[in-house]
Nanobody
Framework: QVQLVESGGGLVQAGGSLRLSCVAS????????MDWYRQAPGKQRELVAIISSGGSAKYEDSVKARFTISRDNAKNTVYLQMNSLKPEDTAVYYCHAEVVIGSFTYSYWGQGTQVTVSP
């Protein structure tokens, strides 16, 4: 059984920073792409940033130059450094990973962590 556990969310003023972490735990697995999604109240879940197993990253337009996704493959961890936060960044942030177990690839989600940015 593989679990993704996020941490690092919280309340911050506009212009501030937060760093989210997501650790994949379990045994007998490897990780392909890992990404961060977010879902604001009344809105659909949207992809924020994605990073390949080799470290190539892509971002949603509204977070480019403010957010940085990174990963530590030895620790099975993905990070999201969020700078210059805006109230519109307020959402529940979810970690997602493509988990390889044997010959199959599965989609795993974390439980989500709340990020609230006050004006």
């Amino acid at each position: 059984q593989v679990q993704l556990v996020e941490s690092g969310g919280g309340l911050v003023q506009a212009g501030g920073s937060l760093r989210l972490s997501c650790v994949a735990s379990g045994s007998g697995f490897s990780l392909n792409a890992m990404d961060w999604y977010r879902q604001a109240p009344g809105k659909q879940r949207e992809l924020v940033a994605i990073i390949s197993s080799g470290g190539s990253a892509k971002y949603e337009d509204s977070v480019k130059a403010r957010f940085t996704i990174s990963r530590d493959n030895a620790k099975n961890t993905v990070y999201l450094q969020m700078n210059s936060l805006k109230p519109e960044d307020t959402a529940v942030y979810y970690c997602h990973a493509e988990v390889v177990i044997g010959s199959f690839t599965y989609s795993y989600w974390g439980q989500g962590t709340q990020v609230t940015v006050s004006p």
